[in-house]
């Protein structure tokens, strides 16, 4: 099977400007989870979808936001991006039932300049 | 909120050595699962771990679920270059609908000496 896809993998934006970033996950997962990773705050979870639906979502502000298509890709979005947005985003899948291993994309590199 | 406390945070050791680490928890977790990272890309998964007492083993490294649900503790043995990056542990906590959310350990940086 192929692994968790992640597009694009490396992304400069300016302050106040909004990116999109796609993942693809691994056929026949089902949920998608989403994760900011920095140096200071290591692996913070940013929110989760299951069949087109958040089910669940972390303590980040609404600047963030997401979704998830009828094939199970996902897509978030982070709106007037700021500085301390630069970092790399990680998704992950999982088939879908809680407590499963989640299984992670290669990223994609944020800088905010 | 959940934590889990992962150490050492470093280790610098020389190629053919063995290595240890762990993780600990406040609280209970169902799945334990051990993560490494290279730098630039996203964590791999090496092991997961899912009944209190369970020892498993991926080649060189082997990893064992503590009996109280609150600790997990990694080793790799025989060290080689390849085993440079930095290792998660991770795990999703017991109870309530945390649907999709892992929590993470701090990492630990391995730095292998040829």
């Known amino acids: 099977k192929a692994g968790v896809t992640q597009t694009p993998r490396y992304l400069i934006k300016t302050r106040g400007q909004q990116v999109t970033l796609s993942c693809s996950p691994i056929?026949?997962?089902?949920?998608v989870s989403w994760y900011q990773q920095t140096p200071g705050q290591g692996l913070q979870f940013l929110f989760e979808?299951?069949?087109?639906?958040?089910?669940n979502k972390g303590n980040f502000p609404g600047r963030f936001s997401g979704r998830q298509f009828s094939n199970s890709r996902s897509e978030m979005n982070v709106s007037t991006l700021e500085l301390g947005d630069s970092a790399l985003y990680l998704c992950?899948?999982?088939?879908?039932?809680?407590?499963?291993?989640?299984?992670f994309g290669p990223g994609t590199r944020l800088l905010v300049l | 909120g959940q934590q889990l406390n992962q150490s050492p945070q470093s280790m610098f050791i020389q190629e053919g050595e063995d290595v240890s680490m762990n993780c600990t928890s406040s609280?209970?977790?169902?799945?334990w699962l051990w993560y490494k990272q290279d730098p630039g890309e996203g964590p791999v998964l090496l092991i997961a771990l899912y009944k209190a007492g369970e020892l498993t083993s991926n080649g060189r490294l082997t990893a064992q679920f503590g009996i109280t649900r609150k600790d997990s503790f990694l080793n790799i043995s025989a060290s080689i270059p390849s085993d440079v990056g930095i290792y998660f542990c991770?795990?999703?906590?017991?109870?309530?609908?945390?649907?999709?959310?892992?929590?993470f350990g701090q990492g630990t940086i391995l730095t292998v000496h040829p």
């Open positions: 991770a795990g999703p906590n017991a109870g309530g609908t945390s649907y999709g959310k892992l929590t």
């Open positions: 979808y299951f069949s087109e639906t958040q089910r």
């Open positions: 056929s026949g997962h089902r949920s």
């Open positions: 992950a899948s999982s088939p879908g039932t809680l407590g499963e291993t989640q299984y």
């Open positions: 609280s209970i977790f169902n799945t």
